[in-house]
């Protein structure tokens, strides 16, 4: 079977989503990167731990407010640093939003892993020891109210909807086997064949965020641009918009064009009529 280019999975605490994304990773031969990898690459960027990371994607919004973590750049470094991971192609995400964050691209496949409440209890019982399953409920249930936070807010979509992904898979009615074998056999269709044009749009879309960033932090103080659209086809920019001054038309285009990846850029933003010249 040809190699994917991306398959993003989403699992519910105690669902085995983990054990299938390991297991479909040897089946596949592909490179599993979990949520762990993802947090240390960000806290890397955010100059934190790891852990804080993770701590803030168990804890929620209220976490990240407490220990004044910007959520801007926390949503932009989570973002570059799953589509860089996408850009290489041949990878599987487990966590992180990824299946939300690549929901542009059909031939990613989405993937969700659930189960009822009582099988996810006792999957959690069994890993963490815990006796009481009241006690194991209660941990899933923080657990699945912070990822309702955190993905609508950063990630741009309901985590448990079903039609935010290709496939779902409940565990208390397959295996994990099963699941992997259900996975196998969509993954069939040639919509999911890596080619060199798969990849070119996430490349575009990884370029287009690093511009918006650049342009941001360089021109904006690090405040959202108002009014300019940065889009990128095979490396071509269009800069579309309006904006306050001719002089802050050209610094954008020339910081624009100092991006490694850009091919060319194509100037269109106008200038507001009634704005004073910068």
């Known amino acids: 079977m040809a190699v994917m280019t991306v398959i993003a999975i989403t699992r519910e605490l105690g669902s085995l989503g983990r054990n299938v994304a390991i297991g479909l990773s040897e089946r596949l031969s592909m490179e599993l990167v ?3 990898l993802v947090e240390k690459t960000i806290g890397g960027r955010l100059n934190r731990n790891e852990s804080d990371v993770n701590k803030f994607l168990e804890a929620g919004i ?20 799953i589509l860089e991971l996408a850009s290489r192609g041949n990878v599987i995400l487990r966590g992180w939003g990824a299946a939300h964050l690549l929901s542009d691209f059909p031939d990613v496949l989405r993937i969700r892993v659930c189960a009822p409440m009582s099988t996810r209890e006792t999957v959690v019982m069994e890993r963490t020891g815990i006796q009481e399953r009241d006690t194991a409920r209660k941990e899933i249930e923080a657990n699945d109210a912070a990822h309702a936070g955190v993905i609508p807010r950063f990630f ?3 985590w448990q909807c079903p039609e935010n992904y290709d496939i779902v898979l409940n565990t208390e009615r397959l295996s994990v086997g099963e699941c992997i074998d259900q996975i196998l056999q969509v993954l069939s269709n040639d919509r999911y064949r890596e080619i060199e044009a798969s990849r070119q749009p996430i490349a575009d879309k990884l370029l287009q965020l690093r511009i918006q960033q650049r342009l941001t932090d360089n021109l904006f103080g690090g405040h959202e641009i108002p009014g300019i ?7 071509e920019v269009v800069l579309d918009g309006y904006i306050q001054s001719n002089h802050l038309r050209k610094d954008i285009e020339r910081v624009t064009q100092t991006m490694p990846g850009v091919m060319g850029v194509s100037n269109n933003l106008e200038h507001l009529r009634g704005t004073c010249e910068m």
Do not use: C, K, M, Y
Request: no cysteine; aromatic share 10%; net charge negative.
């Open 229 to 235: 659209n940065v889009l990128v086809s095979s490396g």
């Open 62 to 81: 209220t976490w990240l407010n407490r220990w004044g973590i910007d959520s801007r750049r926390l949503g932009q470094f989570t973002a570059e640093t």
């Open 156 to 158: 741009g979509g309901d």
């Open 34 to 36: 979990h949520h762990e």
